[in-house]
């Protein structure tokens, strides 16, 4: 399916019921309100989220959470809405990212995905990033290996 008209802004305190909402419907995990609130105070972290151009009140159908330090982009979670997904959000959430990366000069985008997380690795995977290492047991709940992907950045 082609993808909606999106547009992306930055997430704030008042968007974080939805995100969380977002969050439970995404991860076994979720992250909690204390840890999305703690990326929204730091300078070196984004909080972008993608609404649909609709008429009526905006709703976020996903967003992605990434740090820029130094010349890197690190991918800390991206989420789509269950109703949204395979529509492109996901992809056109991250491209967003790595515009953001390319415009303060990174080279270098990277991340960790569960093993078993077959989804988002097709998104990446998708998006030109490659399996670069491996971390046994990152994920300790459940002892799950963190597959290791980075992307270079190159100038546009
Ligand atoms: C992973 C996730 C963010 C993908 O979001 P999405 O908006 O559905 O992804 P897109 O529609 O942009 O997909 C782009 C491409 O990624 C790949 N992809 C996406 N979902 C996939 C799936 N379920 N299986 C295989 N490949 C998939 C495909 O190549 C897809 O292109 P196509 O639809 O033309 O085949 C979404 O499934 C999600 O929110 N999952 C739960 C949260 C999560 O696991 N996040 C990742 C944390 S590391």
């Excluded at 789509?80 to 959000?89: F, L, Q, S």
């Excluded at 967003?96 to 000069?105: C, D, I, S």
């Amino acid at each position: 399916m082609t993808a909606p008209p999106l547009r992306f802004r930055r997430v704030g305190e008042a968007d974080l019921a939805r995100i969380m909402e977002i969050e439970a419907a995404g991860f076994l995990h979720p992250w909690s309100e204390r840890m999305l609130r703690s990326e929204l105070s730091h300078a070196w972290s984004v909080v972008l989220g993608a609404a649909e151009e609709a008429p009526g009140p905006e709703r976020l159908i996903g967003y992605v959470i990434y740090w820029l330090v130094h010349d890197e982009v690190h991918v800390l979670n991206v989420a789509t809405a269950p109703e949204a997904r395979r529509r492109g959000v996901g992809r056109a959430l991250l491209e967003e990212a790595l515009a953001h990366g390319r415009r303060k000069a990174c080279r270098l985008v990277t991340l960790e995905v569960r093993r078993s997380n077959a989804p988002a690795q097709g998104l990446y995977r998708a998006m030109g990033f490659r399996q670069v290492g491996v971390r046994p047991g990152y994920y300790a709940e459940e002892r799950e290996d963190a597959i290791v992907m980075t992307l270079d950045l190159d100038p546009r």
